[in-house]
């Protein structure tokens, strides 16, 4: 079975960091683009940024540009997203997905993926 593992979220005060990381079994790794999505309360899922396998490229929403990192470990078959600076408005559940490589860029601006994970949840407080 195909799936996703998310780890490494919790409680962090505002300017603080926090580095996600998304496991991911049951299918070929690397060749998806995997994205990051968050949800808000009383809020729609929102793209956070996404890694492509073909080429590595990168694409991120405006929210969190300079202030995130995604990156990849192939052979670990995970996924990172490194969090700095986090602000109270950060404060979400975090998701992974992965998708077919030509829709990563698209998945920032209109979230989607063919396998999800559970989600976790990352609060930063004032």
């Known amino acids: 079975e195909a799936q996703f593992v998310e780890s490494g979220g919790g409680l962090v005060q505002a300017g603080g960091s926090l580095r996600l990381s998304c496991a991911a079994s049951?299918?070929?790794?690397?060749?998806?683009?995997i994205g990051w999505f968050r949800q808000a309360p009383g809020k729609e899922r929102e793209g956070v940024s996404c890694i492509s396998s073909d080429d590595g490229s990168t694409y991120y929403a405006d929210s969190v540009k300079g202030r995130f990192t995604i990156s990849a470990d192939n052979a670990k078959n995970t996924v990172y997203l490194q969090m700095n600076s986090l602000k109270p408005e950060d404060t979400a559940v975090y998701s992974c997905?992965?998708?077919?490589?030509?829709?990563?860029?698209?998945?920032?601006?209109?979230?989607?993926?063919?396998?999800w994970g559970q989600g976790i949840q990352v609060t930063v407080s004032s």
């Open positions: 997905a992965a998708d077919h490589p030509s829709y990563c860029q698209l998945s920032i601006v209109v979230p989607r993926g063919e396998i």
């Open positions: 049951g299918f070929t790794f690397d060749n998806y683009a």
